[in-house]
T-cell receptor, first 113, second 113 residues
Framework: DTAVSQTPKYLVTQMGNDKSIKCEQN?????MYWYKQDSKKFLKIMFS???????INETVPNRFSPKSPDKAHLNLHINSLELGDSAVYFC????????????FGSGTRLTVV | ELKVEQNPLFLSMQEGKNYTIYCNYS?????LYWYRQDPGKSLESLFV?????AVKQEGRLMASLDTKARLSTLHITAAVHDLSATYFC?????????????FGKGTLLTVNP
């Protein structure tokens, strides 16, 4: 039973399209995150939600819009995709007040052509 | 500006040898995390270091934390091929909380026969 699951695993799309990535966690964690990993493997936080409330919104183009319908789900919608959006997007979750760090999903490799 | 510096970024070593990866960070933190990422895979939690002087060992890997020096080390003993992966250190921007982990750039470790 996967703890943090993301779909799809791979996404190839053309410039200008709109796409969504979904994330679900069954760990009962109260906080979820989106990270972007670029081609040099650098990981950068994009968004964080705690109990469905947006708590971190880094400097991310407003073409990226997260949505958290409940604390077990955090989706990422991207409008007007650009070549530079190509990356691996990781969802993660954690429980505030604990010391365990994050549990990561398996990642979504987005390729914009 | 918050900085996390890992070095080396690339490490090629022979099986059976020892080596240390260093992680320096620029702000006060009472905890630090180490993660492992295999090629094309997710990030797996290796160690959680929660206080100054903390030392944890798992197999051939040993991690330590010196909060006064703002330095963590990941020591590899008698490397084997299975340890080949990218290793990341990460620490939270908010002390005492695991919100918003900032990651180092990663150390790509290749262990050669």
């Amino acid at each position: 039973d996967t703890a943090v699951s993301q779909t799809p695993k791979y996404l190839v799309t053309q410039m200008g399209n709109d796409k969504s990535i979904k994330c679900e966690q069954n760990l009962g964690h109260d906080t979820m995150y989106w990270y972007k990993q670029d081609s040099k493997k650098f990981l950068k936080i994009m968004f964080s939600y705690n109990n469905k409330e947006l708590i971190i919104n880094e400097t991310v183009p407003n073409r990226f819009s997260p949505k958290s319908p409940d604390k077990a789900h955090l989706n990422l919608h991207i409008n007007s995709l650009e070549l530079g959006d190509s990356a691996v997007y990781f969802c993660a979750s954690s429980q505030e007040g604990t010391d365990y760090g994050y549990t990561f999903g398996s990642g979504t490799r987005l390729t914009v052509v | 500006e918050l900085k996390v510096e890992q070095n080396p970024l690339f490490l090629s070593m022979q099986e059976g040898k020892n080596y240390t990866i260093y992680c320096n960070y620029s702000t006060t933190s009472d905890r630090l995390y180490w993660y492992r990422q295999d090629p094309g895979k997710s990030l797996e939690s290796l160690f959680v270091l929660l206080s100054n002087g903390a030392v944890k060992q798992e197999g051939r890997l040993m991690a330590s934390l010196d909060t006064k020096a703002r330095l963590s080390t990941l020591h590899i003993t008698a490397a084997v091929h299975d340890l080949s992966a990218t290793y990341f250190c990460a620490f939270p921007r908010s002390g005492g909380s695991n919100y918003k982990l900032t990651f180092g750039k990663g150390t790509l470790l290749t262990v050669n026969p």
